[in-house]
Structure formats: C-alpha cells, structure tokens
C-alpha cells in the first residue's frame, strides 16, 4: 500500500487472520480482566485493612477518650460539689450544658470543665459559674489567649485585680480600679469582648474544631459503652491473669533455676569431655589421628554447635522474659490505672508468648543435652579419674586449641608418612615375592633398595608393556603385509599360474628372495582352507626338498603366523607336538615370519658344501671380472698353477622356476603353483675336489708377474695392487732419480741416502707412500 | 465517507475450497468480484475530471517548491492521467482491522493530487485560502470523498448484491459438492 494512500474498502471479510487476531485480543482482554481483579482485590485488601486499622484507632482512640472524659467529668462532679454544692441532677445538667457549649463555640469540654470549675469555686455558685464562662469564652475569642488564660483573668477580676483584664485589652479605667466596681469591671468586659466567642465559632477553623468535637463525643460515647467491657477486662487481668502468671512463676521458678543449673553443668562436663576426649587423643595421636579428625569433623561440628544454639537460645529466652516482664509491669500498672489498657493487654500477651517461646527453647536445650549425654556414653570415654575443676578446665582450653593444632598438623604430615609407609609395605611384599627377606624393615637402606626395587619392577613393568605393545605392532604390520601379499598372490595367480616372471616381481616388491617367494607361495596355498592334508604336505616336501615331517612343521607354523604372532596356546601347541621349548619355537616363528625359506631353515646334508662351492664360483666370477676377461669364452686353465675349470662353466648360476598348471605334477590346490625347487648343479664338482683345486692356485702376496690368464689368489695376506705391466706410469707410479753423492761404503749408507733423497722429494711435492720412508 | 462496512463471510475459505472441487465455480466466484472492482475502478476513474478542479491547480510540477510544503515536495500537479493509473483496484488481504475484517477487496486512490481531491475537508473545514479551496471544491464537485468513496457510496448496494448473490450461488455449488462427496 502506498504511503498516503486512502484505501477504500469495497468488500470485506472474517479470515482466518482476523480470527487469530480477534483471539488474541480476546486472551490479552482476559489477562487484562484477571489483572483488573487483581488490582481490583488488592485494592479492596488495602481499604479493607486500612477500614480495619481506622477501626482499631476509632476504637482505641474512644476508648483512650472516654477514659479522659470520665477522668475530666469526675474532677469536675467531685470540684462543683465540693465549692457549689451542687446535686447530682446539677452536675448532670452542668455536662450537658458543657456539652452544648463545646459543640456551639469549639472549645472542647476538657478545657471548659476546669474553667468552670475554677469560676464555680471562686463565685460559691454553679449558675455564676456558668455565667462567668461565657464570659471566660468571650475574652479567650476576643484576647486570642486560651481559656484557661482568660478564665485566670476573669477569676482575678474577681479577686480585685483587673490588670490580667486590661492586658487582654478592656478597657478598665484608673477609677473603675480605684473604685473597686466589679460590676462595672464585668460589664465594661462584657461590652468590650461581646459576641466575640460566638463569632469565633463560625469561622471555618473553629468550624472544623466543632466538627472535631462532635466525632470526639461520638468516639467518647462508644468509648463509654465499651468501658464496661474493658472494666470486666481488667477484672479478669487482675483477678485471674496476673495471678496465674505470678503463680506459674512461683511454681516453675526453681524449675527454671533447676534448668540453667542443669544446662551450666552441661556445660562444664561437657567441656570436660572435650578436653579428656582429646588429651587422650594427643596423646595416642599416632593410633587415633583419624577418629580425631572424624571426631572434630562431626562431633564438635554439629553436636556442640546445635548445643551452643540451644543455650544461645536460652539467653536469648530469659533476655525476653525480663523485657516481658517488664511489660508485665506495665501491664499491671494498666490494671490499676496509671497506663493505657491497650498498653495493658500487649504487654501480657508478649509476656505469654515470651513464657510459651522458653519453654520451647528450654526443652530443645534439655533435648540437646540427652543428645551430648547419650554420645559420651557411646564414646566409652571415662570421665572417673578426672578429679579437677571448673577452673582447671577453663586453664586447660588454650592447652587443648594447641593440642588440636598440632593434632591437625600431624594429621597431614602422618597422611604422608602413612603414603610412604604402604609404599614401604609393598616393595617389602615385592621384595619377599622375589625370595628376598629383608633383614631390618626400618632399615633406611634396605628401604630404599625396596623402593628402587619397586621403582625398578615398574619401569621393567612399563618396558615389558611398550614391548608388548611395539610386538603387537609389528605383528599387525606383518598381518598387513601378509594380507597385501596374499592380494599380490591373488592377482599373480589369476591365470591359474605362476612364471619365473611373476616370481621375480614379487620377490622384489616383497624384498625376499626367490626361494621365500616360492616358499611361501607354496605355504599360503596349503593352508588357506585351514586345514593341512597329508597330500599338500608330501607335494610341498618334495618341492623343498625337506623332509614331511619338516614341511608339516613349516606349514602350521605358517598356518600360526597367519596374523602375525603366535599366542601362548599356539606356542604351547608347537611345542609339545614338535617336541621343541617355547624360545626354540619362537626362533622358528621368527625365521618363517621373516621369510627363511624351509630348505634355508632345514637344510640337506651337502647344502654346505655346494654353498662353499657356490662361494667359490662367486670368487672365481668375481676374479674373472676384474682380470677383464671375456666370460662368453670357455675359459681355460692358468697354465701356472690350479686345475681347468669344469666345462660347461657359467659365472652365473640361474634357478629356473617352471609354470605349472592345473592338473601338473605338484599342484596344490585350485591356485597352488608348482615350484621347482634350485637345483644345486649338475656338473661333476665335488667338494673335495674344488678345495683341492683351490689349494692348488698361485698365491701371489709375494708378488710376481702373470703373462696369460691364470687362476690365482691374491690379497690373501693383506691389501695388494694388481697392476698391469704396460700401464705401471699411468696408474700412479712415478720414477725417482735419486742421485748419491759422495762415496757410499757400506748398506746403511746406501739405505740412508736413498731415504734423504725420498725425503727430499716429498718435500718438493712428490707423493711418497710411506713404505717406501720405511725403508 | 460512509463508515457502513459490508462483511461477507467466508469469500476465502469458500474459493479455497470450491477450488478443489469445481474449478470454474470457483472462477466464476472470483469473476464477478473481480469485475464489481474493476467497475468501481472504472467508475472512480471517471471521477476525476480533465481539467484542474480549480484554475489555480496547475498541472505541472513546480520547479522550485516551497520546503515548507508536502515535505519540500510543493504543491502536487494535477494530471488526471497519472491520478487515474493511480486508482486501482485489489484484492490483497491487507492488515487485520479494529473489527477483525479483512478487506476482499478495495481500490486505492495512489497519487497525492487524487488523494487531496478525494478527502479534502473530510475532518475540518480548513483556514485561509485552504477554506476557500475546500468550498470551492464542495461547490464544484461534492463534499469529501469526491472519487473512489464516491463510486463506493453510490455503487455499494449494487456491488454487495451481487458478490452476495455470487457467494450463495458458490456455496451452494460447494455444499452440493461435499455432499457429493459424502455420498
């Protein structure tokens, strides 16, 4: 809608929106009519009480009034008798008469009965009496004094002094003074302050004074009916209130003593408890330092504080009873009329309630008490050899708050000491699980070998733990890498086959050898079903060249490294069915987890011997590569020394692996390869005769010089050069001239000569080995 | 200005409902709505006169308005052409009124000069030259609500009518319907 617009509805309708909207109001209308009410309600409480308060003023107020008014009214009955003689029917015309003239002029009758009083008394007559008050009412209008003021000077005009009139303004001349004419004193007054109190009376001030006057009456007339009730009050407060109060007090007074007695010497045996309690605690402190600390804990907590409240209470009880008493007092003052009633009732119903709050105290006091009592009798604490005195037990407090100090001190230090010494314990217990009997258990030394031994035990403890914990690692990487192998196998074997090239492959990527892969290419097969049949174990024996037996072994120790480690039942298996100990089993776990092929963990007799012939081979290969001569060719024998080697001779030695397939010679299982385990060699070596034919070959640490290819040792007694004849410069010899001068007579000078020279050309940068400085 | 409102009950909940049973009751419903507003609109549009209710009223805007007018805007232009495109017609929900009502439908009188010959001397009679300016309308043309509270006033009965007669008929169709299909 744009700004500004006027809309003009055309059509309209109660939606959905409006009806929400409309029940909102409607509960906002509610919450507004529950607070109009509870506005409404708390108001009508607040006027109701406030009625109520009124009430009670009106009604304490009319009372107090009508007390006074009958306290004025009897004054002035007893003074008009007394000066006038008047009759009873007079002085109840007099207070009706006083009645009307406050209610016409403003001036409240307590006011006007002492004034008229006084003039009835000086005149002798209640009717002049009369007259002269309106008189006494003119000058107090007319002077603006009170009307006691004025009645004093009226009553001294009366007398023969004027002067209190002329003060107040009449006009009294020197010879009316002097003349002593009262009458005409009253008359001139009387003209001068004429209709002046009548005057006074409508103005608005005195207006409300007469209003005031009039509730005044009403509230001294309900005071006056309610009189006789109170006097029947009073009766009942001094013939049965006070009476009762004085003999419950002459009753339960020694009670009461009985009770601060009781209390006090509770006290006092209860302090003595305290003090016995924990002397004989400080002094087994070693033994009881924990029930003290329990003891102060809760004991002294909860039981003395709940008693220390109880006598907190009852001082606070008897504080009460004596500011009630006083209102006791005062109450009894009231009964016999030197104090208000309202004053009166107070103060004897504070004094109930103060005698009702003692005795509650004081029974929870008692209560407490049996409480302490019960509990000393369950600490079992005799109190029979304490022999001293209040005065004693008081000496004995700071005493006892240093005791306790220390007990708390000691406390924690013997928490400590406490720690060390079941520390103590236990590397003693440990040191006597390991045969070793401590001679002295307070030996400092032997002490502290426990504790190291402890120390010791657990740090070995600790290392058995993270050992434990790296071997589980290792094994899980062992898994892990069993598990990618099997997937490598799983992948190499998807045709059904393994070739040489597929074997290679793996060993690399496996980092073993060949035969491992083979080997375990074999094992992994058999045992994958999880079971070993006898068959698999004779194919695997052959192609191990092993024994049945051994290949079985090799298997279910295989079968047992399948995750990695061997469990001790595992352990315990192998070894008893293999007749073997737990270290050899572990030896064998070790080999075949780390890929020791079974004819390397068990091998044939002659293995050893091939294997020097093998080495040999290696030798000779090795001497044929570095003499640079061509392997392709056969190569014939030195002719200087040694025996030809065998035809057919390769530098290398190939271990070819055939494919197999399914259904082949040696197939285990659906993927099991066949392996063709290494021959060792088919010529006609012998052992023997290849040591002999090593013994046979030039030794050449002597030196010396080879013309043809020839079959020989060297470096056999140590580092040697092989240099060739025609390459001597090249290779980093040098020729050194040396030039003797003089004559040379015998070896040593020849020697000597030869060594100045060779020093001579190190100095000039020539290299010089120093052998030859040996010389 | 009339203050007398015309409620119908139930104009959105009925189209809502008649929509799922019979679609063209539905349309015919919103059509006859539809076309008192819009002879409404038509109507208040023919309220506007051509020329400047007074010859005073110009019809451009100033160019240098006096700030204390409109907000510094000046006096507005009369152009009964864009006082008439400023009369529509709709029939947005709007707001929730004092009387829990929704409007169905309404027209706007948009434009400032629309809105000053619509409602001038609604509430006081005006001082000085504006005194002068609300007689002369008063004169001219009719008291306060001269454009589309006129048609409203004038057209009220007819148009109540007849969407009366629209809504018995489209609740009667939709009461058939449920009943239908109550089976």
Known sequence: ?775 | MANEVVVISGIKETTAALKKFDKDAARRLNKVINDELRLAENAAKEQIPDKPPMSGWRSVAPKNPRKTTRGGEGWPAWDPQAIRQGIIKTRSEGRVRADYTTSAGALFNKTASGVIFEVAGRRTPGQGTGRKMIGNLNDRFRKASRGIWAVIDRDRPRIYANIRSAMDDAQKTLKANLNKEKG
């Open chain 1, 1 to 775: 809608m744009a700004i500004g617009a006027v809309v003009a509805r055309i059509v309209t309708q109660y939606s959905d929106k409006g009806s929400k909207a409309a029940a909102r109001d409607i509960n906002k209308l509610g919450k507004s009519f529950d607070k109009f009410a509870g506005q409404v309600s708390k108001a009508f409480g607040l006027a109701a009480a406030a009625s109520a308060a009124f009430a009670i003023k009106i009604g304490v107020d009319s009372v107090k009034a009508a007390i006074a008014d009958e306290k004025s009214q009897t004054l002035l009955a007893n003074s008009l008798k007394n000066t006038t003689g008047a009759t009873d029917a007079a002085i109840a015309a007099t207070e009706l008469f006083i009645d009307q003239i406050q209610r016409t002029f403003g001036v409240v009758d307590d006011d006007l009965r002492p004034a008229l009083a006084k003039l009835s008394s000086v005149t002798s007559s209640l009717a002049d009496g009369q007259k002269l008050l309106g008189l006494a009412l003119d000058v107090s209008a007319g002077g603006s004094v009170d009307l006691g003021s004025a009645t004093n000077a009226v009553t001294k005009a009366l007398q023969g002094n004027y002067k209190a009139l002329r003060n107040l303004g009449v006009p009294i001349t020197d010879a009316m003074v002097k003349s002593k004419d009262l009458n005409a004193v009253l008359a001139l007054t009387a003209k001068t302050f004429a209709g002046a109190a009548a005057a006074r009376a409508n103005t608005f001030e005195f207006r409300m004074k007469r209003l005031a006057i009039a509730f005044d009456e009403a509230k001294e007339t309900l005071g006056t009916a309610l009189l006789p009730v109170l006097e029947e009050l009073f009766t009942v407060m001094i013939t049965k209130v006070i009476p009762a109060i004085q003999t419950f007090l002459n009753e339960n007074g020694n009670k009461l003593v009985a009770v601060m007695t009781q209390a006090i010497k509770a006290i006092v045996g209860f302090g003595f408890a305290i003090f016995k309690v924990f002397a004989f605690v400080a002094k087994h402190k070693e033994v009881f330092v924990t029930l003290g600390a329990i003891f102060a804990a809760t004991f002294v907590a909860s039981k003395v504080i709940a008693f220390v409240t109880a006598i907190q209470g009852l001082v606070k009880a008897y504080q009460a009873i004596r500011a009630a008493a006083i209102g006791a007092a005062a109450a009894q003052a009231a009964a016999t009329g030197g104090i208000s009633v309202a004053a009166a009732v107070a103060g004897v119903a504070a004094f109930t309630a103060t005698l009702g709050g003692l005795y509650l105290v004081t029974k929870k006091a008692n209560s407490e008490m049996n409480k302490l009592e019960s509990t000393g009798e369950d600490l079992e604490f005799s109190f029979d050899g304490l022999n001293g005195t209040t005065e004693d037990f008081m000496k004995s407090l700071s005493g006892l708050n240093i005791d306790l100090g220390k007990a708390g001190k000691n406390t924690k230090a013997l928490t400590a000491a406490d720690l060390k010494l079941i520390a103590t314990q236990k590397a003693l217990a440990a040191l006597r699980k390991f045969g070793i009997k401590p001679t002295n258990e307070t030996d400092p030394i032997q002490l502290e070998a426990a504790r190291l031994n402890l120390v010791k035990q657990a740090n070995l403890q600790e290392a058995e733990r993270v050992k434990a914990i790296l071997a589980n690692l290792e094994a899980q990487l062992k898994a892990n890498d069993a598990i990618k192998r099997y997937t490598d196998l799983l992948g190499v074997v998807a045709d059904s086959k393994i070739s040489p090239e597929e074997v290679i492959v793996l060993s690399q990527k496996w980092g073993i050898s060949k035969d491992a892969v083979i080997a375990y290419t074999g094992a992994i097969f058999a045992v994958n079903d999880g079971k070993i049949s006898t068959r698999e174990v004779g194919a695997l024996a052959t192609q191990w060249n092993v024994t049945t037996a051994q290949a079985q072994m090799y298997l279910e120790f295989f079968a047992a490294l399948n995750d990695g480690k061997l469990s001790d039942d595992e352990i315990n298996k192998l070894a008893t069915k293999w007749n073997l100990t737990n270290k050899e089993v572990a030896d064998y776990s070790k080999k075949i987890a780390d890929g020791v092929t079974p004819s390397a963990l068990w091998p044939a007799p002659g293995d050893a011997a091939a294997k020097s012939w093998k080495d040999a081979l290696d030798a000779l290969n090795k001497y044929v590569a570095a003499s640079g001569a061509k392997i392709e060719a056969p190569v014939t024998p030195a002719p200087v020394a040694g025996t030809p080697l065998p035809p057919g001779f390769k530098p290398e030695v190939v271990f070819p692996v055939s494919p197999i397939k399914p259904g082949d010679s040696g197939f285990i299982g659906p993927v099991a390869p066949k392996v063709t385990t290494p021959a060792p060699s088919t010529s006609n070596f012998t052992t023997q005769g290849l040591i002999n034919k090593l013994n046979r070959m030039p030794m050449l640490a002597d030196g010396g010089i080879v013309n043809s290819p020839t079959a020989a040792l060297i470096g056999e007694a140590g580092p040697e050069a092989v240099i060739p004849l025609n390459r001597m410069g090249s290779m980093g010899g040098s020729t050194l001239n040396i030039v003797v001068n003089g004559s040379v007579t015998s070896e040593g000078d020849l020697v000597n000569a030869i060594r100045n020279a060779i020093l001579q050309g190190q100095n000039n940068g020539q290299a010089i080995t120093k052998t030859a400085i040996q010389l």
